[in-house]
Each structure stands twice: as structure tokens, then as C-alpha cells.
């Protein structure tokens, strides 16, 4: 078995100000980012004119509650014995780096404070409709891991995450700015729900055999290995193929073509999960997933503003 040190030096851990920055686990707040912005160039389209603030806040909202998500995960994980300081893919805080489970746990309570203090305003602003969308958002967040029957421990974990955090933040950024929600948004919200759901299932594909252990359902385990891969690029074909067919019938603008441009991203993914055992040698393609979805909804969302001008 590694040595700590030796797992660290291989994920290129470092001390300080690091230790904090990996526990947000940056790689995966692309998931927040991406409906956030997608939704708002959405809006843009219809009224010609944005929101800075309540798009600002929005952000900061869900770059927050996602994580506080991790840091439940986190937490979680290691009362209930299943990270230990060889785990991969965890920020390895408490397992590696000696950080109290305590302040991990205070540290995402207060960022799920903070963010319900942005939605409050976000609600006031708007409609408070949002206020009880965004609340239900926290729940799930929370009993994404934590609570008696963990949502990520079920083959339901890939959709509540990409349901939640792509088509209802995209709705939700759509609505502050617009008032209402229309089929279009929710058409264009597929895309980015999807690669947000392989971002959860690359995670559970590199920790399948851990996983099974532990007892967990996922899909990556009652598909397998081989299987899990073939789904994953099924997924990324689903997620092009759809974005096609929405330009061919005019949701989305001709423009919205660049988003091919993060094709060979998604093709390196699934190449560097072919193959593969270890969890330590599928790591750069569990990250190459997350800069899949960053890129094809930067593109997106890009290509959405560009729209508006022509």
C-alpha cells in the first residue's frame, strides 16, 4: 500500500493555501458556472439587455451551494469510513491533510448560509418562487451524500445532479432575467444537463471498484467497466447530436456549430477511461470531463450572445 506521502506527491498535492482550494474541488464548478451562464445568454437573446447583478449573484449562489455539495461529499464519505488517505478523486482534506472533519462540515453549512442569503435577495428581486425552487436545490444538494440514503450511492445520482444543476439552473438564470421560462430554454438546457451527469459518472466510473466495496449502486457498477465507458460516449454522442438538431430546427443559431470545437476534449475522455484500472490513471480524463463540459458550454453560451448581434 502507498504511503501518504507518496499518494500526495502523485496527485500533486501541495500544502498551504492549496489544502483549502482543492477542498472546494475546483474541477467540478464548472457545473455551476456553465448553467449559469448558459441561461443568462439565453435571456439575453430575448430582451436585449442583462441583469449584472442578479446574474453576479446567481453565479455566486451556485458556485456556493456546489461547494458546499463537495464538502458534504467529502465529509460524509469519511464518517461513513469510505475515503481513506489512499482515496483518489477526493480533495483529501481530512484524509491527507489532517483538517478536522468538524471545519469541513462548518465550512459547507456557512457557504449554504451565504448562498441562501444571495437567493433571499435573488427572491426579492424577482419572484419568490425562487426562493422555494432554491431551497429544495440546497436539499438535494445536501442529501446528495449526506442523510440515511444518499442519493450519489444510487444509479439516480447522474440525473438528479445533471437535472438539477443543469436544467433547473439554466431555468432559474433564464427566469431572474426574463420573467418567465419558455420550452426553448429547457430544449437548449439538455446539452449541458447531460455533460453535467458524465461529470458524476466519470467520477463513478474511476471509483467503481472502491465503490462496489462499499456497497454502493451506482450505474458505472451495474454496468461495469467496459459498459460504463460505452454509455459515457453514448452520452457525449447525445449531447452533439442534440445540440444538431435544436440548430437544423432553429432554437439555436448556426453559430452554436462551435461548440464541435470541444469534440476532441470529449474524444480524449473516453480514450483515457479505455483501458484503464487504476483510479490514479483515470484521474486526468475524470478532469478532462469537467473541461469538456466548461469548453462545449462556454462555446454555447458564446455563440448564444453572438445571436444577438446578428
Known amino acids: 500500500m502507498p504511503h501518504n506521502t507518496d499518494i500526495k506527491k502523485a496527485l500533486n498535492e501541495k500544502d498551504g493555501l492549496q489544502v483549502w482550494w482543492r477542498l472546494l474541488r475546483p474541477h467540478t464548478l464548472t457545473a455551476s458556472f456553465i448553467p449559469v451562464f448558459v441561461g443568462t445568454m439565453g435571456a439575453y437573446i430575448i430582451q436585449k439587455e442583462l441583469h449584472i447583478l442578479l446574474f453576479i449573484t446567481m453565479l455566486l449562489a451556485a458556485l456556493l451551494i456546489q461547494a458546499a455539495t463537495n464538502m458534504f461529499n467529502e465529509y460524509y464519505d469519511f464518517v461513513r469510513g469510505l475515503d481513506t488517505e489512499h482515496s483518489v478523486g477526493i480533495s483529501g482534506t481530512i484524509v491527507r491533510d489532517g483538517i478536522a472533519p468538524k471545519t469541513v462540515l462548518n465550512i459547507a453549512i456557512a457557504f449554504f448560509g451565504i448562498a441562501l442569503l444571495l437567493g433571499l435577495y435573488i427572491s426579492a428581486t424577482t419572484s419568490w418562487w425562487i426562493a422555494l425552487i432554491g431551497a429544495l436545490s440546497m436539499i438535494v444538494g445536501y442529501l446528495y451524500t449526506g442523510g440515511p440514503y444518499p442519493i450519489a450511492y444510487t444509479p439516480f445520482g447522474e440525473i438528479t445532479a445533471g437535472f438539477l444543476m443543469g436544467t433547473v439552473m439554466i431555468a432559474i438564470s433564464y427566469f431572474i432575467q426574463t420573467g418567465h421560462v419558455t420550452k426553448e430554454i429547457i430544449f437548449i438546457s439538455v446539452p449541458i444537463a447531460i455533460l453535467i451527469g458524465t461529470i458524476m459518472l466519470a467520477n463513478n466510473i474511476r471509483d467503481l471498484e472502491n ?15 467496459k459498459n460504463a465507458v460505452k454509455f459515457f460516449a453514448i452520452l457525449f454522442i447525445l449531447t452533439y447530436a442534440w445540440t444538431g438538431v435544436l440548430i437544423i430546427i432553429g432554437i439555436l443559431p448556426l453559430w452554436s456549430l462551435i461548440v464541435a470545437l470541444s469534440i476532441p476534449k470529449a474524444i480524449s475522455v473516453i480514450k483515457g477511461y479505455i483501458g484503464k484500472k487504476m483510479p490514479i490513471e483515470m484521474m486526468p480524463a475524470m478532469i478532462n470531463t469537467g473541461k469538456t463540459n466548461s469548453i462545449f458550454g462556454f462555446l454555447l453560451g458564446i455563440s448564444l450572445l453572438i445571436g444577438t448581434f446578428l
Not at 211 to 225: C, E, P, V
Open 211 to 225: 465503490d462496489k466495496i462499499s456497497g454502493r449502486k451506482t450505474i458505472a457498477i451495474l454496468l461495469g467497466h
